[in-house]
């Protein structure tokens, strides 16, 4: 078995989440540390044959055709660093859910987040309310 865990973060994938604007989403050499073999317990077992077709795509050294869910709109400025750095936001913060119930194979749920619920966690967080902040 690859180096799976049980235990796996938002960041064990998205490495860039602390040091970047994006997260980012992983390139297949990254998967194949946890995927190159099946685990021997599912975290998600309600995705053992989504895991199959990761597998799949390592053992075949192929990139995964992600599908982008969360575009904000262009006037819009969103630092993953600033949130989760400066602002020691848990990603659960803003990717409804916990992540013992996070499915990693839906559609993000990044599309809640308006205006009026960014203005209401600057408000609660102390952060700037200045407009050039996110636009």
């Known amino acids: 078995m690859g180096s799976y865990s049980k235990n796996i973060e938002c960041q064990d994938c998205h490495k860039l989440a602390e040091k970047s604007r994006w997260a980012v989403i992983p390139k297949i050499s990254e998967c194949s540390d946890c995927h190159s073999e099946p685990p021997d317990e599912f975290k998600y077992p309600q995705f053992k044959n989504e895991e199959a077709r990761v597998r799949e795509y390592v053992e075949n050294n192929e990139e995964i055709p992600w599908v982008r869910v969360n575009k904000l709109p262009g006037h819009v400025y969103f630092s993953h660093k600033a949130h989760v750095v400066w602002a020691e936001m848990n990603c659960e913060d803003c990717h409804k859910g916990a992540k013992d119930q996070f499915e990693p194979y839906q559609k993000s749920d990044?599309?809640?987040?308006?205006?009026?619920?960014c203005i209401s966690c600057h408000e609660k967080k102390g952060a700037s309310l200045d407009c050039v902040t996110c636009h």
């Open 110 to 117: 990044i599309a809640y987040l308006t205006m009026e619920k």
